[in-house]
């Protein structure tokens, strides 16, 4: 009878264990002695120098790892050396590069779960979803030259991607019980474009409200005390 309540007990931890806490992460496959959170224990040692060619270079690069662990990168052509970059960056931020593209095309919370949905919708509502969609269909005709850089840069991080099996997703992948994407397109680089606009100059219009109604309660002298304004030449809008 212990046994059979140890069996039951243990189908129960296990089941448990599988089962969504939040968004897609499950704590199972993260304890998972063979695929989980200690096989990236076991692979986390620095990135060695390479060499690196994919189709249609002109010659090999060279990828060179200093002491720090930054990469230095020596090719014959421009393009030679884009494809390379794509290969060394997205060996190092591929969960980044995923996250920013996941925001800004407003799929956040099929990483995250429900908890991230407004973050979507106020994505989707601000265009910014449909602007990268735009930008990245304009590209090819408008700026053809840019396109390319792009494309050589997908091509090298592709070539790394290629390489991943789930035994050596990122951590981040392992902490939120997802997987990496199979591909990374031009949209990706699109999205990071869109995300640093959105973050360098977006405001709410509440703010600029809320701005001018403290302004008159204040007066202008408590205000700049409370608020200075160290650029000489910008102005508030109000």
Do not use: C
Not at 49 to 70: P, W
Not at 86 to 99: C, I, M, N, P, S
């Amino acid at each position: 009878m212990q046994i059979l309540w140890r069996l039951i007990l243990l189908t129960a931890l296990v089941w448990g264990l599988h089962q969504p806490v939040s968004g897609e992460f499950r704590p199972g496959p993260l304890l998972d002695p063979v695929n989980g959170l200690w096989a990236t224990a076991r692979a986390a040692i620095p990135h060695q120098s390479e060499n690196f060619f994919v189709d249609g270079m002109t010659a090999t690069a060279h990828i060179e790892i200093d002491e720090r662990g930054v990469p230095h990168i020596y090719a014959k052509s421009e393009l030679d050396a884009v494809a390379a970059l794509g290969y060394a960056v997205v060996r190092d931020r591929l969960f980044e590069l995923d996250f920013i593209h996941r925001v800004t095309t407003g799929r956040l919370s099929e990483l995250l779960g429900p908890a991230a949905a407004s973050i979507d919708r106020h994505f989707l509502e601000n265009g910014i979803v449909r602007a990268v969609r735009e930008n990245t269909a304009r590209l090819p005709d408008q700026l053809p030259r840019d396109w390319e850089v792009i494309e050589w840069y997908m091509k090298g991080a592709n070539t790394w991607l290629s390489s991943l099996d789930e035994g050596s997703y990122p951590l981040e992948y392992r902490l939120l019980g997802a997987k990496p994407p199979v591909e990374l397109t031009p949209e990706f680089t699109m999205a990071l474009y869109a995300y640093m606009t959105y973050d360098l100059s977006f405001r709410r219009t509440a703010s600029d409200i809320q701005a001018e109604r403290l302004m008159r309660s204040l007066g202008d002298l408590e205000y700049d005390r409370l608020f200075p304004r160290y650029s000489t030449w910008e102005r508030t809008i109000v």
